[in-house]
């Protein structure tokens, strides 16, 4: 049986001409990347946008375990909240689509 890793998944609605700023905040080598390469556990976040809707976007964190990423939360619970609400001046909509388990070990 292959090894998972814990990952969660969420939608955002990005304001009219906030793209770039939204993107710079949550690419590969954005705030949220930074923060979270400060805790065990992180493995990488992937950062799509909708084909048909260039303001949606949907956020794939993954984590080794699902415990990594709350002791995360605890630990950087200040920063998180902090960084969480700078970038909601960046949108209309977020929503949690839910947390997985991740079958494709690839990247491990």
């Not at 705030?31 to 992180?42: I, K």
């Not at 200040?78 to 947390?99: A, P, V």
Request: with cysteine.
């Amino acid at each position: 049986m292959p090894e998972q890793s814990y990952c969660y998944i969420w939608e955002f609605i990005v304001k009219e001409g906030a793209n770039s700023h939204f993107e710079d905040f949550y690419g590969s080598e954005g705030d949220w990347v930074q923060l979270f390469t400060m805790g065990a556990g992180y493995i990488r976040t992937e950062l799509v946008q909708d084909q048909t809707d260039p303001q949606r976007y949907l956020t794939v964190d993954y984590w080794v375990t699902e415990e990594d990423f709350h002791e995360f939360k605890k630990i950087f619970s200040q920063e998180y909240r902090d960084l969480d609400q700078e970038c909601e001046t960046l949108t209309l909509k977020e929503r949690k689509i839910g947390e997985f388990a991740n079958l494709n070990t690839a990247f491990h």
